[in-house]
């Protein structure tokens, strides 16, 4: 009896201690999010923040250097072409006229007087030259002046409305200096900066529209002005669009902010892959992704080149991957290469949140 109760006591002990063995030794499940990596589309869409400004935005600015005795405008002025906006005190300039027109009488006479005697056979070839070229030299002399005196004041080259006005009467300004800023009363364009990658691809650019806040049911499409040939102090290219529409100027004016669309036709969509960018990590100075292997049920990190990364949170492969793939696009980085996982179950649409 008391063997056979020792001998019960001990197989219990070895069927619990199998027990807590296979529980020790169970291995967690850990759940990913997979996904099927596909071909990229032939037509990327991106979007950039714009704004508006008109086709004829220039600053004004005196030929001369002096100071300003008056500014005639103020801003939101609406000018025409040709009115007068500021006036340089001329005094200076009138006094250096002055001086050159004596200078050139006394000159003509003199040169007139020597011509004349030259056509009498009076006096040399040579004194003829002197004379002729000295005329000619005053004549330039005086109508420089004359143009320096006339710069004193200051017209609107175009019509349109005055932006802002960057100098005010009594101030010395130096010639070139812009003095006030104004846009044209006639076209509209749309600004937008864009990366060195967008600018090589320029020539893909195939549909262009813009949408206002104040208009958000309306669409307004675009089409390619003009773009810098060199980049800005944050490395962007500066891009300038027409409307190729009609807009209403008394809703759409200049300095109003826009959001653009752009879209970009790829050169090769086949050979470009499209994966969430949450799929990417960084390992070895290398970017990766997790493949999953569906016979094993584990995991296999991979190489990939990365083209670009776009703002919808998707980014384009161009090696490491093929169309039809299966890889990790949550949970990177807790798994590690070649470990089992299980992919998260898809939700359904009418189990919202997987809660059936």
Known sequence: ?????????????????????????????????????????????????????????????????????????????????????????????????????????????????????????????????????????????????????????????????????????????????????MFGSGTLEVEINVAAFDYANRDRMNTLYCKFDLLPDEIFPLKLSSMSAEANSNQLYTVRLRFAGPYDRTKITPGMTTMVYVNFEQESSSAIISIPSTAIFEAEGHSKVFVYDTKSQTVKSRNITVKRLHRDGTAEVTEGLTDGETIVVAGVHHITDGQKVTPMPKSSKSNVGGLL
């Open 1 to 181: 009896m008391k063997y056979k109760l020792m001998l019960a006591v001990m197989s219990a002990q070895i069927f619990l201690c199998g027990c807590s063995e296979k529980k020790g030794n169970k291995v967690e499940t850990q759940y990913v999010k997979t996904e099927v990596a596909h071909g990229a589309s032939g037509v990327n869409s991106l979007t950039f923040p714009g704004k508006t400004k008109s086709a004829d935005d220039i600053n004004v600015s005196f030929r001369v250097s002096g100071p300003i005795m008056k500014v005639y405008v103020k801003a939101g002025d609406h000018v025409r072409k040709g009115q007068l906006l500021a006036a340089m005190d001329p005094r200076d300039y009138q006094t250096q006229l002055n001086a050159t027109q004596a200078e050139y009488e006394s000159i003509k006479a003199d040169a007139e007087r020597i011509i004349a005697m030259y056509n009498e056979e009076s006096t040399t070839a040579s004194n003829y030259d002197k004379a002729r070229y000295g005329l000619e030299q005053i004549t330039q002399k005086l109508n420089n002046h004359r143009n320096q005196l006339a710069d004193t004041k200051l017209y609107a080259p175009i019509d349109g409305y005055v932006q802002e006005v960057l100098h005010e009467g009594g101030e010395t300004v130096s010639a070139g200096m812009p003095i006030i800023s």
